[in-house]
């Protein structure tokens, strides 16, 4: 499956934006997907995924109640809504996917198989 990520920009704080992450190749409703985030100097980390076809959605506590997962099956596509966004939220966002993790590794980058190429988002003071 590819991945193709978009939406990243410069926002200012408090501000909102909507990310992207569209699926081509594969049903993407039977896949886990996945966003995570990555500033400069920092490992990657887990900001929220949608698990398998059963479609329960998993937030990291860093973001919750600012950060929303959505989906649309039908154009093979995963949305990241984030609102209420802070300077530390600065990084560069990744949609990743993978058929067959289990949910203990949902948090875990290295288990996912499919990588988008990463949108940037800056989020100024």
């Known amino acids: 499956v590819q991945l193709q990520a978009s939406g990243g920009g410069l926002v200012q704080a408090g501000g909102s934006l909507r990310l992207s992450c569209v699926a081509s190749?594969?049903?993407?409703?039977?896949?886990?997907v996945g966003w995570f985030r990555q500033a400069p100097g920092k490992e990657r980390e887990f900001v929220a995924a949608y698990f398998r076809s059963g479609g329960s959605a998993y937030v990291a506590d860093s973001v919750k109640g600012r950060f929303t997962l959505s989906r649309d099956n039908a154009k093979n596509t995963v949305y990241l809504q984030m609102r209420s966004l802070k300077p530390d939220d600065t990084a560069v966002y990744y949609c990743?996917?993978?058929?067959?993790?289990?949910?203990?590794?949902?948090?875990?980058?290295?288990?996912?198989?499919?990588w988008g190429q990463g949108t940037l988002v800056t989020v100024s003071s």
């Open positions: 990743a996917a993978d058929s067959s993790l289990i949910l203990s590794s949902l948090r875990d980058y290295v288990q996912y198989d499919y």
């Open positions: 190749g594969r049903t993407f409703s039977r896949y886990t």
